[in-house]
């Protein structure tokens, strides 16, 4: 189960991420599959942070994508290495 305290310690323990995540709105929430397919998915909304740190912590956290929304408010699929 997804523990917003237990991700913060760990994202601000990870070299460099400290002021990413003290400038940074977090918000928990879920990924869900509409159609009942796959089981939800933990997930946080990061408010704040450049699309730098966003793929770097992405990366950190073994993701394979992130969901960009820059000023232009347009969501861009990243993927990650």
Do not use: C
Request: proline share 9%; no cysteine; net charge positive.
């Amino acid at each position: 189960m997804f523990k917003k305290r237990e991700f913060l310690k760990s994202a601000a323990a990870a070299p460099g991420a400290v002021s990413a995540w003290v400038l940074a709105a977090v918000l928990p929430g879920i990924g869900v599959d509409p159609p009942g397919h796959w089981p939800g998915e933990p997930s946080v909304l990061a408010l704040g942070i450049s699309r730098d740190t966003a793929a770097r912590l992405g990366n950190e956290y073994r993701q394979n994508a992130i969901v960009w929304i820059g000023a232009d408010r347009i969501p861009v699929l990243i993927f990650l290495q």
